[in-house]
């Protein structure tokens, strides 16, 4: 069967307007006219049935026939009209356009899947899987592409066979009609070249991700390798002693430090490799460029550090090595002047000859003195102050000590040789006395060894060892009974040759007792002076700012603002002044009492708290005023060379100074039970610092929506690199995965986690803006991340939001997990009514 359409049908109107249907009886069995159901227009299909169902149909013999019902010229000339129209090729061309469009759209949901797969595809941490993505990624996109421009090129072939059919249209309706079409194809190929555009955007973006992500990864790799080296490199240098006790240790420690020295070069130079591969990265505009610099930074403060510190202890060893020749030629020279005195013949001293000669010897010896002997020991010690140690300290006062017996015992013998040298000689020559058997009186009775003399010889018993001198001189003293006699004569009867014996105060430097008096001695001084320079202040400061004689220079801004600059001063003043002041004084004798007198006064320290606290506010005061001519004319009336602003900075300094002291006393107390008060005092004074520094912290938070206080007690705060990760929410295709990490201040309460960022507006001022708060009754951790030892997890309870966390340090991390577990371990530590809290969503931690 043979169905006939209007040819001018339009296909906007096709076939909604027909009213009327006229088939034509086929002459033949075969036809190649196509059937009703197969004439359709863009994105329209209907059934035969249909079509029977809804238009009355009229069956035709013949043309004759149809000519009653359409007028010849609106036939085309299969029918033996005038109109030229082919149905199969209209059919044709209709069925490509449709072809074509369906096919646009699949090539746009295939794009829109492929770019949906690309979002959603989760990055690993391993370079090998990495670069499996980058391979299968980028050959799925040329299969997309080679799949876009077969498709392009089918638009542009049936867009050239609809300006052939264009051109051979005579009717303006028809032509149209066919521009319709036309433009239908050039619009669905600007779909395509859009489509095909945005996708080679979408794709270049994220094949540049991961490329910089696995740049990035063999990057961190490699800063890993080189920051354990360092670290081991700056464990080894601590490892070195910066201080020998013996000139052959220090040398050995020297040979150490130079050997440490030549490995740091060599690994030092692959770290400047590393951190030029860093900077070559963030020239090519990496997205982690903050990441890349920050750790270029690292490796280059980690290799400053190393090598500073190599430089420092050579030096600091050099000097040693100095000092420690300089009291071992000392010590040598002692040891052979005490040598020189008891190898002198007594039986030759009696002629001026044998005087003389003597003297000659002794002259010669004082002319080789060491220069440690023209320098007092506070003098020495002040030169060598930076190296002086406790060990050092006591072996210059031995040496000096030595010296001052050596010097006594050649003075003395001086004085008795001159004597013996200015002697007349007389004509009669004077026979010496035969030796009896016992020596020992014979010599008594000789005028040089008369006690007389003021000499003894039991120094030499006591502070020197002959069998360290020279093999030469000790071969020499042992070929000469007679001396070894006379030695052996004046140690056996303590005779008072070389003088007293000088009591030597190099036991009481190593004394634990004596170390701990002197440094309690510090302590009260410095409490005087600390108690002196706050009533100055209070005086000469703000007692002024009531004076009406001063009223003139003070500015309109510090008008009723005394409680602000100065804070609670005058409470730190009351309770120093009248009360800790003496208790330390107390403790003068006992300094390992003073562990007991922090503990009792634990307490009355929380004033600094409140002083802390106001710091910020006093500065900005000060910051607004301290121009003021007020303030000039009260430096000058005080003589102070510092102006306020050192004074009211000296309240902090002093509250950081105690812990320093309390460690010196208990490095040198001895009785375990004051051992522990001193421990129990210094941690009281470290938890204080740590409570003062928190609350310091805390008071700038801003934006927090609710009272900070009903958080509990804070525990911990510090600044950690932060990424957060949506395990569950689909992430869109221009928010592919986030490298960068934010760098966040996390604050820890009792009853909830604070993720704060940290605002610089000016060189003076900061503050730490509220992100997002986690409940500690919800949290949940995960204490190891996969790739770095640093990093650990926060979420809540569902895991719809993964906060990844780096501190900055291991031990950092050790420890916010330990307090965080040791909260979640204990229900009772937990905010009782959650109900009743404010509640806050997880969902603030922004770039912004």
């Excluded at 129209?85 to 044709?92: A, K, P, T």
């Amino acid at each position: 069967m043979q169905s006939i359409f209007h040819c001018k049908t339009n296909k906007t109107s096709f076939p909604g307007n027909l009213h009327l249907v006229l088939v034509l009886r086929p002459t033949g069995l075969l036809s190649s006219t196509p059937s009703p159901s197969s004439s359709t227009d863009l994105g329209f299909r209907f059934s035969q049935d249909d079509f029977l169902l809804k238009m009355p149909v009229v069956m035709l013999r013949s043309v004759g026939d149809l000519l009653r019902y359409i007028d010849e010229n609106h036939l085309a000339s299969d029918f033996t009209a005038k109109v030229e129209y082919c149905q199969s090729d209209w059919v044709l061309l209709r069925s490509s356009i449709e072809t074509f469009a369906v096919t646009v759209k699949e090539i746009a949901q295939l794009l829109q899947g492929f770019g949906s797969e690309l979002s959603e595809t989760e990055l690993p941490d391993e370079a090998n899987a990495i670069e499996f993505l980058l391979h299968s990624h980028t050959h799925r996109y040329r299969q997309m592409k080679d799949d876009i421009r077969g498709v392009l090129k089918e638009g542009r072939l049936l867009l050239s066979n609809l300006e052939t059919v264009k051109a051979a249209k005579r009717e303006v309706e028809e032509e149209r009609e066919i521009q319709a079409d036309m433009e239908t194809v050039q619009r669905l190929l600007a779909q395509l070249r859009d489509m095909e555009e945005a996708f080679d955007g979408f794709f270049e973006k994220h094949h540049l991700k991961l490329q910089q992500y696995l740049q990035l990864l063999h990057y961190e790799s490699s800063f890993q390798q080189m920051d354990e080296v360092l670290e081991q490199l700056s464990a080894q240098e601590k490892g070195i002693a910066s201080v020998g006790t013996t000139v052959v240790q220090t040398e050995q420690l020297l040979k150490d430090l130079d050997s440490l020295d030549k490995r740091a070069q060599e690994e030092m130079t692959r770290a400047q490799v590393v951190i030029l591969h860093g900077h070559q990265l963030a020239a090519n505009h990496h997205y982690a460029l903050a990441l890349i610099i920050q750790r270029c930074n690292e490796l280059r403060h980690h290799c400053d550090v190393i090598s500073t510190a190599i430089r420092t202890k050579r030096a600091s060893l050099t000097r040693t090595q100095d000092l420690l020749r300089r009291l071992e030629e000392a010590l040598r020279w002692c040891d052979e002047g005490a040598y020189l005195l008891a190898s002198q013949m007594v039986d030759k001293f009696q002629t001026k000859e044998g005087a003389q000669e003597a003297l000659q010897y002794l002259s010669n010896h004082q002319e080789r003195a060491p220069c440690v002997l023209k320098n007092s020991q506070d003098t020495l010690s002040l030169e060598f102050e930076a190296v002086l140690t406790p060990q050092l300290q006591s072996q210059i006062t031995m040496v000096k000590e030595k010296l001052i017996s050596v010097q006594c015992m050649i003075r003395n013998r001086e004085q008795c040789l001159k004597k013996l040298a200015d002697v007349q000689v007389r004509p009669i020559q004077l026979v010496a006395p035969r030796p009896e058997p016992d020596q020992t009186l014979l010599r008594c009775k000789s005028p040089l060894f008369s006690p007389k003399h003021g000499v003894d010889f039991n120094v030499l018993n006591s502070k020197f060892s002959f069998d360290l001198l020279p093999g030469k001189r000790a071969a020499r003293r042992n070929n000469s009974p007679r001396k070894i006699e006379v030695m052996h004569d004046y140690q056996g009867n303590r005779s008072c040759l070389y003088g007293p014996n000088p009591e030597t105060d190099s036991e009481a430097e190593d004394n634990p007792e004596q170390v701990t008096r002197h440094i309690m001695k510090e302590l009260i001084v410095t409490e005087r002076i600390y108690v002196d320079e706050l009533l100055s202040v209070l005086l000469g400061y703000r007692a002024e700012m009531e004076d009406p004689s001063m009223s003139y220079l003070l500015p309109s801004a510090l008008h009723s603002q005394k409680d602000v600059l100065f804070g609670n001063m005058p409470e730190i003043y009351q309770f120093h002044s009248r009360i800790f002041l003496q208790d330390l004084q107390g403790c003068l004798e006992t300094p390992e009492r003073v562990g007991a007198c922090f503990l009792q006064r634990k307490d009355k320290f929380h004033v600094y708290e409140c002083y802390c606290q106001n710091k910020p506010c006093s500065e900005l005061l000060w910051r607004q005023c301290s121009d003021s001519p007020f303030f000039q004319e009260c430096q000058k009336k005080l003589d102070h060379k510092l102006g306020l602003d050192s004074y009211l900075l000296k309240p902090v300094q002093r509250l950081t100074k105690y812990q320093l002291l309390l460690k010196e006393l208990l490095k040198h107390c001895v009785e375990e039970q004051y051992r522990c008060e001193l421990q129990e005092a210094l941690d009281s004074m470290l938890e204080l610092l740590k409570s003062v520094n928190d609350s310091m912290h805390q008071i700038a938070i801003t934006g927090y929506p609710g009272d900070i206080s009903q958080l509990g007690r804070i525990i911990l705060q510090g600044s950690f690199s932060v990424w957060i990760s949506h395990k569950r929410a689909a992430v869109r295709m221009k928010e592919l995965a986030r490298f960068k990490p934010m760098q966040r201040h996390l604050f820890l309460y009792e009853h909830a986690l604070l993720f704060c960022k940290r605002r610089d507006e000016d060189s003076h001022d900061s503050f730490y803006s509220f992100k997002s708060c986690l409940r500690m009754s919800t949290v949940a951790i995960t204490e190891t991340v996969k790739g770095d030892v640093k990093k650990f997890e926060i979420c809540n309870s569902g895991r719809e939001v993964v906060y990844i966390v780096q501190a900055p340090t291991v031990e950092v991390k050790v420890a916010w997990l330990n307090e965080i577990q040791k909260i979640l371990a204990n229900p009772q530590k937990l905010q009782p009514d959650e109900s009743s809290s404010l509640s806050l969503p997880d969902n603030l931690l922004s770039d912004r």
